[in-house]
């Protein structure tokens, strides 16, 4: 009876060595579950679950990220009664890349209270590319003409939220530290890996916040346009984009900096387009923008709040002028947004107490009839891409 | 009824121990065999018994010993076949990557025993379809062997050049400094083509080689006409300054390799770098006439005098890029308390290099008015430049502008002086007027002499843009005049 209990035989002592190797086998599989699960919960836990976590994990790595790795803090809501939500996520991942989410709602006209520097702002001074693949987005590589390479990557995606929400932004912003010199932007494949953080992202918030938004689709590998360096200018005469119709302006504006136009349905929130030369040095001479929903509230809350020196007439009490620091303004009414796009011509600004303007009053005159006639033209391609109506031009 | 089921237990237990214990518990170590001899020695003599026991424990003693050398020579031979493993198939890697584009055999000193590299690689000439600003992009990374110092890793990249030269290298495609004096490619190059090698600050092999496309290189918003190509790799000897020959050669042949298979992708237009026969005895003595005219004597600067100066520059003609240069540890004295030049350069960027150099200059502040822009710095502002000039003396440089074989050209003329005692920049009126003089008759001579770069490369149309001086405009400095 007891050999039956404790048999003693050959093939009994391999299958009791076997069962005992199945049961370390099973401890350590159960181990490695419950470190992945962890790892996974890790991320999905973070601020709610903003960020996808397959998603973010193919730029963070798979962890543990560290005690004081993930921060954040919600405040508000989208029901469009109380404070406008406000929601900011961080996650500094392993390989030096940090991630981090913003979700801000983007009350409707009216509310405009502090809402300068509310939102995320995109960095850098060349354009951003649209985002595409059905989304309202950008993708940008915060690169500037002259100093900055960039370094951040900022994708954001505005949602079209149901009547009575707010609409929601989300922007997603990574700080990728290479130390292999090669620019994050420039590997196709890991551009849209930073994408799909976004775009997980906004579906995620559409979802959670009860939006109700069209969200886009997730961006096929190596399918997000190469954002504009500094040195992708072409004859403002050859622009088939951003710049595409704008007047000729001679040498000192002959070359372009712009994006892609994008289609109605998956345009972006933010164009730009830089004229400029490039002779002997980069330099800027004009700056046009088309602003929509937040970014125009931001524009306008920045002038209502720093335009001392004409409370009367600036883009947030009309809509349509010359700004008093040189340039003009326009606007149009677009669908799913109470708040006015704007449409902006700049020259860059030049301190006054330093650097005199020698312009004839002629040449003036004339210098301000050419930014009417180019932010007409810029305007009325980008509010067509936006399917804007009521335009008005200063 | 505690105490029934407490006693059944014990008889249970018991009956199953009793024989157990009699075999004194070796044969759990031994086996059933074991225990079958053991109960067969039980039943014969005690002497005998004894010496199955000791013979028992001599088989142990070798069973163990067998088994430990055993493990420990299977640990050995996996410790040595991983490592052989690793270097093996990270060679094999590093052939396969990059379309075999990198050199695995040259490159096997420097790749990790320890540890396996990976590779990473894109650009529009591996996917046409996916947007990128590289042509050729790959990166071998590994983790690096247990040494404090060192790098590890490989890139090459292979990208059209967009109005600038990329900077790919700090060391080798920075325009405001010259390139080291043992930066030779080692290959034979034509005169629309440049290239370098050298060890970099952080001991790495780099190279860098710059040529002509014809036919356009496809893959950004508008057409570009030429290329570059990077390569850097760890050094094998981390405490020489300058690469080993091997190294220059593996470093030169794969530039080539990378350039030839690029240029007959994008249908250039252009015969291949490889196999090109070295320079003719024309072409060498062109090369060695290059800088003749930079004879202080001639040029009547002060310190010319001196045998210490060493008149130094180019020795191929490149139509891209020429530099110049004399000097002397010992300037001549210009007054009596005052030092005299110490230091004449001239240089020239055409094409794409014409940009890039401007550029650079710029942004030091080192060109005609770039102090005056609108973007450019207030002075007190902490991002405010550095003068180029250093800790040396102050250099005077004047800017010129021509259309010249290579298209677009800048050219740079400077005189130096030697840091004066005590205090530098500190000059008189007529000192700055001297200097003027020198600067301009210098740049005069570069543009006008038979041998020089400019006449070689049909240089025309020049236009004077200025001057630009490296310290501080007088006033806002103290200028003494006496």
């Known amino acids: 009876m007891n050999r039956w209990i404790w048999p003693d035989s050959r093939p009994a002592r391999y299958v009791r060595c076997a069962g005992a190797l199945v049961l370390v086998a099973a401890l350590v599989g159960g181990l490695l579950l419950l470190r992945e699960h962890r790892r996974e919960s890790e991320l999905a836990g973070a601020c709610g679950g903003v960020f996808g976590v397959p998603e973010a994990r193919a730029l963070l790595g798979d962890g543990p990220y560290g005690e004081d790795a993930v921060s954040g803090r919600t405040t508000g809501d989208l029901d469009g009664r109380g404070a406008s939500l406000r929601s900011s996520c961080t996650v500094e991942g392993l390989h030096d890349v940090t991630l981090s989410a913003s979700v801000d709602g983007v009350p409707a006209r009216g509310h405009r209270h502090d809402l300068d520097g509310m939102y995320p702002k995109v960095p850098g001074d060349l354009p951003a590319q649209p985002l595409g693949h059905g989304w309202n987005g950008l993708f940008s590589s915060g690169e500037s003409l002259r100093g900055s390479p960039g370094g951040e990557l900022v994708t954001a995606v505005l949602l079209d939220c149901r009547a009575k929400k707010d609409d929601l932004l989300v922007t997603v ?34 979802d959670h916040w009860g939006c109700g938004a069209r969200t886009g689709k997730t961006p096929r590998d190596g399918d997000i346009a190469l954002p504009v360096g500094a040195y992708d200018d072409v004859p403002l005469d050859d622009a088939k984009g951003t710049c595409a119709g704008i007047p000729g302006r001679g040498r000192s504006a002959a070359r372009a900096w712009e994006s892609a136009r994008g289609r109605p349905g998956a345009a972006s929130p933010l164009e730009t387009c830089v004229l400029g030369t490039t002779e002997p040095t980069a330099a800027v001479a004009y700056r046009f923008e088309a602003l929509y929903g937040p970014y125009a509230q931001a524009a306008r809350a920045d002038h209502a709040e720093n335009d001392y020196t004409d409370r009367r007439k600036n883009p947030a009490t009309a809509a349509a002028g010359r700004l008093h620091d040189g340039g003009h303004w326009a606007s149009a009414t677009c669908p799913g947004s109470r708040e006015r796009a704007l449409f902006t011509v700049r020259p860059p600004y030049r301190d006054p107490l330093r650097h005199e303007d020698r312009r004839s009053a002629a040449q003036r005159t004339k210098d301000r009839a050419w930014e009417r006639a180019a932010l007409k033209s810029f305007a009325q391609h980008s509010a067509r891409t936006h399917t804007c109506t009521h335009l008005h031009l200063p | 009824m505690a105490t029934t089921r407490g006693s059944r237990a014990t008889g249970a237990d018991g009956s199953a121990h009793t024989p157990a214990t009699t075999r004194t518990g070796t044969t759990r170590l031994r086996g059933t065999a074991g225990g079958a001899r053991a109960r067969k020695t039980a039943g014969g003599a005690t002497r005998s018994a004894t010496g199955t026991r000791r013979a028992a424990h001599t088989r142990r003693t070798a069973r163990a010993t067998a088994t430990a050398a055993l493990a420990l020579a299977l640990l050995a031979a996996t410790a040595a076949c991983d490592d052989e493993d690793h270097r093996a198939a990270n060679e094999k890697r590093v052939a396969h990557a990059c379309r075999g584009l990198l050199p695995a055999a040259g490159l096997r000193p420097v790749l990790p025993r320890e540890s396996t590299v990976t590779t990473r690689e894109f650009g529009t000439s591996l996917t046409p379809d996916r947007a990128s600003r590289a042509l050729l992009d790959c990166t071998v990374s590994w983790e690096p062997d247990r040494k404090p110092f060192g790098t590890s890793g490989i890139r090459l990249r292979a990208e059209a050049a967009p109005g600038r030269i990329p900077r790919f290298s700090k060391d080798l495609d920075d325009q405001t ?11 034979p190059l034509p005169s629309d083509a440049e290239g370098a090698v050298t060890v970099d600050s952080d001991g790495r092999v780099v190279a860098s080689l710059t040529l002509s496309c014809p036919g356009g290189l496809t893959g950004r918003t508008r057409p570009l006409h030429d290329l570059h190509i990077g390569l850097d790799f760890p050094q094998t000897d981390e405490t020489d300054y300058r690469p080993t020959a091997a190294e220059r050669r593996t470093a030169s042949r794969t530039a080539v ?25 024309a072409e060498r003595a062109r090369g060695a006439a290059l800088c003749s005219w930079l004879d202080a004597k001639k040029l009547r600067l002060d310190g010319g005098a001196s045998d210490a100066w060493r008149p130094e520059g180019d020795t191929r003609y490149s139509r891209r890029t020429a530099h110049c240069s004399a000097g002397t540890d010992e300037p001549g004295i210009r007054d009596r308390d005052r030092p005299g030049l110490a230091h004449v350069t001239a240089d020239s960027w055409s094409g794409v290099h014409a940009r890039t150099a401007y550029e650079d200059h710029a942004d030091k502040g080192a060109v005609p008015g770039a102090r005056d822009r609108p973007d450019f710095p207030e002075p007190g502002d902490e991002d405010i430049p550095e003068s180029a000039g250093g800790d040396d003396g102050p250099e005077l440089a004047l800017w010129a502008r021509s259309v010249c074989d290579g298209g677009r050209t800048y050219h740079r003329v400077a005189v130096g002086l030697g840091t004066p005692d005590p205090a530098p920049g500190h000059l008189t009126k007529e000192e700055r007027a001297q200097l003027s003089a020198d600067v301009r008759r210098t740049l005069d001579r570069y543009l006008d002499a038979r041998a020089g770069w400019a006449r070689q490369s049909h240089c025309h149309g020049t236009e004077l843009l200025g001057e630009a001086q490296d310290w501080a405009p007088a006033d806002r400095r103290k200028e003494t005049s006496r």
Not at chain 1, 182 to 193: G, K, N, Y
Request: net charge positive; hydrophobic share 35%.
């Open chain 2, 257 to 281: 390799r990378v350039a030839d298979r690029i240029t007959a992708q994008q249908h250039c237009g252009t015969r291949p770098l490889a196999g090109r026969p070295a320079p003719d005895k």
């Open chain 2, 177 to 187: 400094e010259p390139r080291p004096a043992h930066a030779a490619f080692g290959l």
């Open chain 1, 173 to 206: 912003r990574a700080e990728p530290d290479r130390d292999d010199g090669a620019a994050p932007v420039d590997d196709p494949r890991e551009r849209t890996r930073y994408a799909r953080v976004a775009t997980a992202a906004a579906a995620h918030a559409d």
